[in-house]
């Protein structure tokens, strides 16, 4: 399908994320992992449960901006869903403000822990997310500023931290991949450095590398993301996003 | 049984400067705010407040109430940030514990139980462990990892603001959350919970199943009704956060003159006079 524009192949690019999760809680938080995360519902990924932003899960499919309009399924409070997210039931797609190469990210504040230059959210449950259940992260701009050789805070943990700080935290580590407005990324597994995955089409990995903090692997052959088929294409522009909450996050 | 019904005031009467409190709801959402501007009211400091946070935090850092915050996150909801707290970090006016915000929910239900601490593998790896020197490893005394030994919170005082209680200090959730608000009043020496509306006890349950009675009255002290205390946070489904407020608040933090403005305008009398000035301005806006 052509006629996609980059919002829309970020859109693929983060419900593919979700493909093979099956019955678990997808938890996509930013505005196109959400749209991704409905999407991947809606067609290849049935089986997931999401909820309607506060305490309940909902089947069904509503658009990316507008309350939960499928029938509620069960109660999922914060207490519960904390019990979701260390049973590992659960794989959230967090946006960072920064992230390495081992995949360590920051939404916690800019600048010292002790004297932030610049203070943002706190933690939240980044730390718990890493350690106990899948764990992706959505980047709507890719730039040296987001990839960074070294984050100023870790609150997600990264495969390197993970490691010093022994088994129980390795144990249930399962970082997937991080989506971006230029491409999709994962990591090598021996050395556990991030790796390009797929350059959405349009993207250079020469401008993917020049827009990064750190040096990227970059495999021998680099796949182009998908782009949607004329149904998902459809069902983003007229049922899941019909509002265009896309572009808040991707400008085209 | 006892008639635990007081003020604002009342409850205030009863806490000390440098005391630790536990404050419920979650960020910009059913949050003890007249309790909160009553504390603002008062002479207390020193405070050290563990929460959820939202707006209780920013107002008490704006008014210099507080030493040291113990907290997951700080935010409005449907505004990330509130400008307070950012303003508080950034100038290094307050002591920080940062931890994960299921942490938090372990410590509040170790104290309430009256055990030393939780083990968990949250934390491991994190800005948690490396910002938190007090923070102790425990190793599974049945077989070898080393997990985070998350302390019990003990609190001095819990402060909570539930949609409906009984006089005697049964209370009620009606929106689609309990969040951690029984794990404060378990976790305090003393709790208070505010409610939108006290009921006679049979009411409670009139029309509603028993769990939403989250809060049992042996767990708490004093009893505040206090209609529209949640005010400008979520108290659904008594009512939605007034946003357009809150974008006041967010506005009239952006500096000193305007912030002074919004407080002679909103927090300069009691209770009664702050729900006023609430209902002049949708009025104006209207």
């Known amino acids: ?252 | 049984m006892r008639d635990k019904r007081m003020t604002e005031d009342d409850v205030v009467g009863r806490l000390r400067s440098g005391m630790t409190i536990g404050i419920g709801g979650w960020g910009s959402r059913r949050k003890p705010m007249s309790l909160i501007r009553a504390i603002l009211r008062s002479d207390l400091k020193d405070l050290t407040i563990v929460t959820y946070g939202g707006p209780d935090v920013g107002l008490l850092c704006a008014a210099g109430k507080v030493r040291k915050l113990m907290y997951g996150f700080v935010s409005l909801d449907s505004i990330p940030l509130d400008p307070h707290f950012r303003a508080a970090r950034q100038n290094g006016q307050i002591e920080v514990a940062e931890v994960d915000e299921g942490m938090l929910q372990l410590g509040l239900y170790a104290a309430g139980v009256r055990i030393p601490f939780l083990p968990t593998r949250v934390g491991l790896g994190s800005l948690v462990v490396e910002t938190n020197p007090e923070l102790r490893m425990v190793k599974d005394p049945y077989g070898d990892e080393e997990f985070v030994a998350m302390p019990a919170i003990g609190l001095d005082v819990a402060l909570v603001h539930m949609n409906r209680a009984d006089r005697f200090g049964n209370a009620q959730f009606l929106g689609p959350d309990p969040y951690f608000d029984d794990l404060y009043c378990a976790a305090a020496e003393q709790a208070f919970v505010s409610c939108e509306q006290i009921v006679d006890t049979a009411d409670l349950l009139a029309n509603q199943h028993p769990v939403t009675v989250r809060i049992s009255r042996m767990y708490v002290t004093g009893v505040v009704e206090a209609p529209r205390g949640g005010h400008f946070t979520n108290c659904a489904p008594d009512y939605e956060r007034d946003e357009a407020f809150q974008r006041r608040y967010v506005q009239a933090a952006a500096d000193p003159a305007s912030w002074s403005a919004f407080v002679e305008e909103f927090l300069s009398g009691d209770e009664a006079h702050y729900q006023r000035a609430v209902t002049a301005m949708s009025e104006q806006g209207a």
């Open chain 1, 1 to 252: 399908m052509s006629g996609a524009d980059r919002a829309e192949v970020c859109v693929i690019a983060c419900a593919e994320a979700f493909r093979g999760n099956g019955e678990i809680l997808g938890a996509p938080i930013g505005l196109v992992p959400i749209v991704g995360a409905r999407l991947a519902r809606h067609t290849f990924e049935p089986d997931l449960l999401l909820t309607d932003g506060e305490a309940m899960a909902v089947q069904g499919t509503w658009p990316a901006g507008a309350p939960a309009s499928g029938v509620v399924e069960s109660w999922l409070s914060y207490r519960q869903v904390f019990d979701v997210v260390w049973s590992g039931r659960r794989h959230v797609m967090m946006t960072p403000i920064q992230i390495d190469s081992y995949g360590n990210a920051n939404i916690s504040a800019i600048g010292s822990h002790a004297r932030p230059k610049a203070q943002l959210l706190g933690a939240r449950g980044a730390p718990g997310n890493a350690v106990s259940h899948p764990t992706s992260y959505w980047v709507p701009k890719h730039s040296t500023r987001t990839f960074v050789p070294q984050v100023d805070i870790i609150c997600g943990v990264g495969w390197d931290s993970a490691r010093k700080a022994g088994p129980a935290a390795m144990k249930y580590m399962d970082l997937r991949v991080v989506v971006t407005n230029l491409g999709v990324f994962d990591w090598e597994t021996e050395s556990r450095q991030m790796r390009i995955k797929s350059i959405h089409p349009g993207v250079t990995v020469d401008e993917i590398q020049e827009a990064s903090g750190f040096k990227l692997v970059v495999p021998a052959d680099v796949p182009v993301t998908r782009e949607p088929t004329d149904d998902e294409l459809e069902l983003i522009r007229t049922v899941i996003d019909p509002n265009g909450v896309r572009y808040r996050e991707v400008k085209i």
